[in-house]
């Protein structure tokens, strides 16, 4: 297995884009760029990067959130389709795995940063799969306020034609693939793709490796059901599957196991001093991500917002 960190050039890229972004103050979110702007920017800039994992399955960084791509003789099943500003760069990628024509697209949710290349690869040829609620938010504009940002609906073409409401195995390419929907995670319409032959798990942002995730509370997520799918995800792994996150270098469970121990720990220093009657401004300024700002607070989201993502989630617990 190629083990080049090639996540590494968006995390710098945007990492700058985002030093004074909403997401690092999401209290001065009216008087800032949006970091939709800022992390487009710098993803124009930003190379697309391949690593080969196995069974003829490679994950591209460099776009937003990951891309896993299976390529067989069939054509290439893709998970998660980056942003717009780098399609040439995408393409000339795939290109690079194999010739074969785009066949299939899931979307593990409807953030821009993983559908925003939809319009591109179905006019190359991919059916695209998701979530009710991904095709419902792709319909419509979506405000989301953490963002400073509203999204325009995508063209029709661009949108899910094939909908998971719970579970939906495919065989394609010599490859069985399982493609579940457990309801709310860190939105109210997450996918995941696993991989039965190659034991390769695609998880989209239900898991960010050794980062503090966003979840989207204005949309159905929250830090319960975010727990709850990365316990389903550990229930489904072994030590020996490959776990590809939405956002991160490639892991595997022991990474996820530590990931969910943080938001178990972190969820309940937040749940605790809120029932204590503590504001959102005292409870961040205790700091309940302390021991784990150095090891997950590095991109785009640092221990302060977390609290506030993690407070927000609890509204009424």
């Not at 034991?199 to 204005?218: K, Q, S």
């Not at 220093?269 to 005292?282: F, H, I, Y």
């Amino acid at each position: 297995m190629k083990t080049a960190t090639v996540f590494r050039p968006l995390v710098l890229a945007a990492a700058v884009a985002l030093a004074s972004s909403a997401w690092f103050a999401p209290a001065q979110a009216a008087d800032a760029s949006s970091p939709v702007v800022k992390i487009n920017d710098a993803t124009a800039k930003a190379d697309v990067n391949v690593e080969t994992l196995r069974g003829n399955i490679s994950v591209l960084s460099g776009s937003g959130g990951n891309i896993i791509v299976y390529n067989s003789a069939q054509g290439k099943f893709v998970v998660d389709a980056g942003i717009a500003v780098s399609k040439d760069k995408i393409a000339a990628v795939l290109n690079g795995i194999g010739p074969g024509p785009l066949k299939y697209l899931v979307n593990t949710h409807y953030h821009w940063d993983h559908t925003d290349g939809n319009a591109w690869m179905h006019a190359a040829g991919a059916t695209i799969i998701g979530a009710p609620m991904t095709a419902l938010h792709l319909s419509k504009s979506t405000r989301v306020d953490d963002w400073n940002y509203t999204f325009d609906p995508l063209p029709m073409a661009a949108r899910p034609s094939i909908i998971v409401k719970g579970s939906k195995t495919m065989n394609f390419g010599g490859e069985r693939i399982a493609i579940q929907n457990f309801g709310k995670g860190h939105t109210d319409g997450d996918l995941w793709v696993y991989f039965k032959q190659a034991d390769v798990l695609a998880l989209g942002d239900t898991f960010w490796n050794n980062y503090y995730p966003f979840i989207d509370n204005e949309h159905g997520g929250s830090i319960d059901t975010a727990i709850v799918w990365a316990n389903k995800a550990i229930d489904a792994s072994t030590d020996h599957t490959i776990i590809v996150p939405g956002h991160g270098a490639t892991g595997n469970r022991a990474d996820l196991i530590a990931w969910r121990d943080m938001l178990v720990d972190v969820r309940g220093k937040v749940a605790t001093l809120k029932q204590q009657g503590k504001s959102l401004d005292e409870i961040v300024a205790a700091n309940p991500t302390a021991a784990y700002d150095a090891k997950y607070g590095g991109f785009v989201i640092n221990g302060g917002f977390f609290t506030k993502l993690v407070y927000d989630g609890l509204n009424g617990k």
